[in-house]
């Protein structure tokens, strides 16, 4: 055998061993889960500011895990909970949460079975008494007994990093949505829901869909095209509401912030 062919060899046994230790590991590239390795300074790290926000996309439908069914409890207002709380780190930072974000060690964000995507929760020690408020975008923990999963960060200022977990209580924080002042008037909102060509169908299909929703209609001439948009809207869940009336004539439809 040349040198060429023993180079070929080499770099084939070479490959096929890399992937079959990646594979071994599943999606991750790190077997076991463990702290950072450089940890940033934490102590600037804020809980989050509670809000309303419409479900996610993602994550909010009921599933199976290791044979075991969980159900999503979507329209939950109120829910206590007691038990351990653990925290999850380095093998899952940068990949995908239940909710299609990523996961970011360094936030105050967690995971739980069954709340809806994202809800927002009080978690308090019962050890220690310490108290933060976390955003729930994740799934697990998948061990009896425990009840919440909690990043690196909120672990820390939890008090929980050197045990592993604690007993806690985390309770629901729910805002109706017509309570939604984080999304209250902050610029202008509006939907843009067709290009067209014709003057005459722009001008027509503003006027219905204007009296159809009771909000103003507009278009936006460019060249010998008409964009067509209902706003403006004062409140981004407003506009996400009609938005999604409108998807089912114009899927393409999305929604402009004007600042």
């Known amino acids: ?19 079959s230790s990646y594979t071994s590991k599943g999606r991750y590239q790190i077997e076991q889960d463990h702290s950072p390795d450089n940890i940033p300074p934490l102590g600037h790290v804020e809980d ?12 909010n439908k009921d599933y199976n895990v290791r044979g075991i069914d969980y159900k999503v409890l979507t329209g939950i207002t109120e829910l206590t909970e007691r038990g351990k709380a653990s925290w999850y780190g380095n093998k899952f930072h940068g ?3 239940s909710n299609g974000e990523r996961y970011d060690m360094f936030t105050m964000s967690a995971a739980h079975k069954n709340l809806p995507l994202p809800s927002y929760v009080t978690v308090k020690n019962l050890e220690n008494n310490r108290q933060i408020t976390v955003r729930i975008n994740d799934r697990g923990p998948f061990h009896e007994g425990r009840i919440i999963d909690l990043s690196y960060a909120a672990a820390h200022k939890l008090g929980i990093l050197k045990n592993g977990t604690a007993e806690v209580e985390i309770n629901l924080l729910h805002f109706p949505a017509e309570e939604d002042s984080a999304n ?5 909102y509006f ?6 060509s014709l003057p005459d169908k722009a001008n027509d299909l503003g006027k219905a869909h204007s009296q159809q929703y009771q909000v103003a209609s507009s278009f936006i001439r460019e060249d010998k095209l008409y964009k067509l948009r ?3 809207f004062n409140s981004q869940l407003k506009a996400e509401n009609i938005l999604a009336k409108m998807k089912n004539i114009y899927p393409e439809a999305f929604i402009l912030h004007n600042q």
């Open 48 to 59: 989050v500011n509670p809000r309303y926000e419409p479900y996610s996309i993602g994550g």
């Open 95 to 97: 990949h995908l949460t």
């Open 230 to 232: 209902l706003g403006p």
């Open 1 to 19: 055998m040349n040198k060429f062919k023993i180079s070929i060899v080499f770099l084939l046994v070479s490959m096929l061993v890399a992937c």
């Open 184 to 188: 209250q008037f902050n610029g202008e």
């Open 191 to 196: 939907i843009q829901y067709l290009v067209t």
